[in-house]
Structure formats: C-alpha cells, structure tokens
C-alpha cells in the first residue's frame, strides 16, 4: 500500500506542474491541435515498450469500445481545461477542480455500488475546504467576490467528464496489462481528438510556434499523460476511484510548494493552515479499504 500511496503522491506532483505549463503554451495553440499532439506524442513514446513487452495486436472491436469510452472522458476534460484558460486563470479552475473527487464519489456509487461511509464523506468535504481554504489564502472575502465566466463553465463540463475517467477505469478494465491499457486509451484518444480536428479545423497558426510550446507539450505528453495516467489507473484498481481522485486535493498545496521552489517565497501562516486541513482529512480518506461491489 505505501508504493500505491507514494506513486499517487509522485502523481500529484505531476499533475499539479501541468496547470502552470498549460496556462504558458495554450495562447500559441489551438487546444485541440495541442492535446491531439500531446497524445500523439505520448503514444509514440509509450509504443515501443509496450510492443515490446506485450505486444502491439488489434485488442479486437470490444477492447476498443472500452478504450475509446474512457479517452472520451479524458479527452473532453483535457480540451475543456485548455479552452477554458483562455477565458479564466488558475484560480477560478483550480476552485472549479476541487469538487472532481466529490462527483467522482457519485459516480462510483452509481456504476461501482462504492460505499464511502460517514467519514470519508465528511473528510472529502474538510479536504474540499482545505484545498479552497489554500486557493484563497484564507481570505473568505475572495470566495465571496468570486465571479464565474464562461471559461469556468467550459472548466466544469470538463470536471464532469474527469470525475467519470477512474470509475470507468474499474468498470472496463478487464485483467489486462496496466500498461497495455494506458497505450490504447492513448491510441483511441489520439482517434477522437482526430476526428474531431476534422470535423472542426483549428485555425491556421502564423508564424513558427516558439521551442518552450514544444518543450511544454513533450513535458505534459511524457510527465504528465504517460506516467500520471499509468500511476492513476494502476491505482484506481487497488484503492478504488474516490480515494485515487481524492489525491486531486493534493494540488493546491502542491502548486503552492512548486511556486515557492521557483520564486523562493515562503506561504503565509494562513495558507498553511490550509495544508493542515488537508492532510488528516486527506489520511482518513485513505486509510482502511472501501467497500465496494457491482
């Protein structure tokens, strides 16, 4: 369980260096044309380890169905979230990010008959007021001003659609290699955004696009595609999808340690306060196995 925990921790991390790296690079591209690269690109890299290893073979129509199911559902979320920062900033999405693990939870209780018990409903809710608690800086006012756009709500249709990809990670998987799994979801993801530039051409870029655009890409198509969605789904099947999505609180914390890495600015006391929150809830969310069944 300690490599489970400590692989979603290393997850998290990543996860949280994607939400500054997508602000930076998405001016100079259309989101589509941009996650269709990054999928691109992540399949490739993942291909020739998991041909080797496994094997490349059509999975046959069914597997695909299954595959192409949970890409649509990460997919949309990754298109959603680029569009969307182009009409909101980090702060608004990252508030907006927050209720992922809840709606998960729903989810899994639909499709999975997951039971999360009292506490861990009561500890997802004082993470969720960790994490917001973090975003403010503990300045309830802000909350109060807040004033949602229509990038934010682009950002939530793309949280519906995240809450909905770990569940659908224990629903399909049927005893496949992880990694065989996590390279045809690529594959099928790589399908969808496709048809869907056919169906919608981006517009025409002018001019070259600078080299940290596509240092950014190759950045989120290896850290933060390949090794994030291998860590999750692998996950998801021993811990169950709430307590996988449930790291998701991690990141606000963590965008605050990665700022402070790069500028040297310690937090103020009450934003750490925020973190305190957050991290006993966060341990009475993982600790003990959920009861699940079908």
């Known amino acids: 369980p300690w490599l489970l ?4 921790l290393v ?7 994607s939400f500054p790296v997508g ?8 989101p589509v044309l941009l996650t269709l690269i990054r999928f691109c690109l992540a399949a490739l890299l993942f291909a020739p380890y998991v041909g080797r290893r496994f094997g490349l073979a059509n999975p046959g129509l069914a597997a695909l169905g299954r595959y192409s199911l949970v890409s649509v559902a990460l997919v949309g979320f990754f298109w959603l979230m680029f569009l969307s920062l182009r009409f909101t900033n980090s702060l608004h999405t990252g508030v907006l990010f927050t209720m ?3 709606i998960s939870g729903i989810y899994s209780w639909f499709l999975l008959r997951e039971r999360l018990g009292l506490w861990r409903i009561l500890a997802l809710l004082l993470a969720m ?14 909350l109060r001003a807040l004033q949602f756009n229509r990038g934010d709500l682009l950002f939530f249709g793309g949280c519906l659609l995240m809450a909905l990809y770990t569940p659908l990670i224990k629903l399909l998987h049927r005893g496949e290699p992880m990694a065989v799994m996590t390279f045809w979801i690529l594959v099928t993801g790589c399908g969808w955004l496709l048809l869907f530039t056919l169906l919608n051409p981006p517009a025409p870029l002018f001019g070259p696009v600078p080299t940290r655009v596509w240092a950014g890409i ?4 290896v850290f ?19 307590r996988v999505m449930a790291y998701s609180y991690l990141y606000p914390p963590l965008i605050v340690f990665i700022d402070w890495c790069l500028s040297g600015a310690l937090p103020d006391l009450r934003t750490l306060a925020g973190v305190l929150i957050i991290l006993p809830a966060m341990y009475v969310v993982q600790r003990g196995n959920a009861s699940t069944g079908r």
């Open 5 to 8: 925990h400590g692989s979603m």
């Open 11 to 17: 997850s998290a991390m990543l996860v949280s260096t």
């Open 23 to 30: 602000k930076a690079i998405t001016p100079f591209m259309d």
């Open 100 to 102: 992922v693990p809840g």
């Open 129 to 142: 007021v960790g994490a917001l608690w973090v975003i403010f800086e503990g300045e309830v006012a802000q």
């Open 218 to 221: 190759a950045y989120l198509a």
């Open 224 to 242: 933060t595609t390949i090794i994030t969605f291998f860590i999750s789904q692998w996950a998801t099947l021993h811990l169950g999808p709430t």
